[in-house]
């Protein structure tokens, strides 16, 4: 599988017939031959076999039904020098955007929306999900999506999931593979260079307002269960600069902001 339309929109893309975690190695080849993976080179597999998600989940799909895609992004502004790691934050969401605009090109009689921080979802349903991984260096990061394409129902890893295939998407496999990453590159590059261009300012670059737009959680009933291992409940009210979600909390009215946490909103429970 070549992925031509994908291969001309990465800086470099490598297929992998079989990969643990596109994440892991990705970040291994960054780190040990930096030279040789530029800014928004990508890692790709369709038989991921050790997948990570937040808190230390486990994700993993059967061979072909899923894709594994890890972006490298090198962010620097326009002088040159490195993106402040306090800009990092908009990283992840600016991919989740990205990736939520390819899935609603993909199936558009849906309602496609993203669940802070990085759970893309089809009409309530998890569709993809998103990991950033930050590389030893800090100067670097690696984006890891893995995207639902050709889930049967009884194959689906939770009661609140979905797959393109079961949402009508009806290309066939490479060709909705290759659909599917093309269309995340293609959204991701001019977000996050417009980010880049205007000095990481989430207001004048448009970021915040898109992802304001599509993010899901923004007024509702959650609860997070934060890093640590603490669970805050309230209502999730914005999205603050550095991109972590503002929750009142329903106890004590205490505005909180988090920067990291699985989010669950209450009224899908």
């Known amino acids: ?68 895609i890890s972006v490298l992004l090198r962010p620097r502004l326009p002088a040159g020098e490195p993106l402040g790691l306090e800009n990092f934050g908009w990283l992840p969401l600016i991919a989740g955007v990205a990736m939520t605009r390819a899935v609603a090109a993909l199936v558009p009689d849906h309602s496609v929306t993203l669940k802070w921080p990085n759970d893309v979802q089809v009409d309530g349903r998890k569709v993809s999900g998103l990991l950033a991984e930050l590389l030893p260096s800090q100067d670097a990061v690696v984006i890891g999506a893995g995207l639902n394409l050709a889930f049967e129902e009884h194959e689906l890893p939770t009661p609140t999931s979905t797959s393109l295939s079961l949402l009508g998407a009806s290309a066939a496999l490479p060709e909705l593979a290759d659909a599917a990453l093309a269309g995340f590159l293609g959204e991701l590059t001019p977000l996050y260079a ?62 909180v902001a988090v920067a990291a946490g699985d989010v669950t909103h209450l009224r899908y429970e």
């Open 194 to 255: 417009e980010f880049l261009r205007l000095g990481a300012d989430p207001g004048a670059s448009g970021v915040a307002e898109a992802v304001g737009e599509l993010c899901s959680t923004l007024g509702q009933q959650v609860k997070v269960q934060l890093p640590g291992g603490d669970v805050l409940v309230g209502t999730a009210t914005e999205i603050d600069r550095t991109g972590r979600l503002v929750v009142t909390r329903s106890t004590d009215g205490r505005v």
């Open 1 to 68: 599988m070549d992925f031509p339309r994908s291969r001309r929109l990465a800086a470099r893309l490598e297929i992998l017939d079989e990969c643990g975690s596109t994440n892991t190695e990705l970040v291994r080849r960054a780190s040990t031959h930096g030279d040789e993976w530029p800014d928004l080179s990508a890692l790709v597999t369709l038989n991921q076999t050790e997948g990570r998600g937040r808190l230390g989940r486990v994700w993993v799909a059967p061979p072909g039904r899923a894709i594994a």
